[in-house]
């Protein structure tokens, strides 16, 4: 069974920074693409960051330059540094990766982490 488990949101003043992480565990053969997405009340679901299995990663332009995505192989985990954070990214985010488990290719998501940027 794979789980996504995130942690490390939390509320910052505006220009802070956090990090978030997200641990992936059970078993799968390859990671086709992973990374974070938020939601903001009444709003869409959209992508933050992600990485593809080039290891090219690609960020959404209201945060290019302030978030930083990495993953430690080793440690099955990815994080998101976020700096300069501004209230607009106020948002629940969601890790998601989408597996190769040999057979078949499937989508999972964390339980979420909310982030809330103070004015």
């Known amino acids: 069974q794979v789980q996504l488990v995130e942690s490390g949101g939390g509320l910052v003043q505006a220009g802070g920074s956090l990090k978030l992480s997200c641990v992936v565990s059970g078993r799968y053969f390859s990671i086709n693409a992973i990374g974070w997405y938020r939601q903001s009340p009444g709003k869409q679901r959209e992508l933050v960051a992600d990485m593809r299995s080039d290891g090219n990663t690609k960020y959404t332009d209201s945060v290019e330059g302030r978030f930083t995505f990495s993953r430690d192989f080793a440690k099955n985990t990815v994080s998101l540094q976020m700096n300069s954070l501004k209230p607009e990214d106020t948002a629940v985010y969601y890790c998601?990766?989408?597996?190769?488990?040999?057979?078949?290719?499937?989508?999972?998501w964390g339980q979420g982490t909310q982030v809330t940027v103070s004015s």
């Open positions: 998601n990766a989408d597996l190769w488990d040999g057979r078949y290719s499937r989508v999972y």
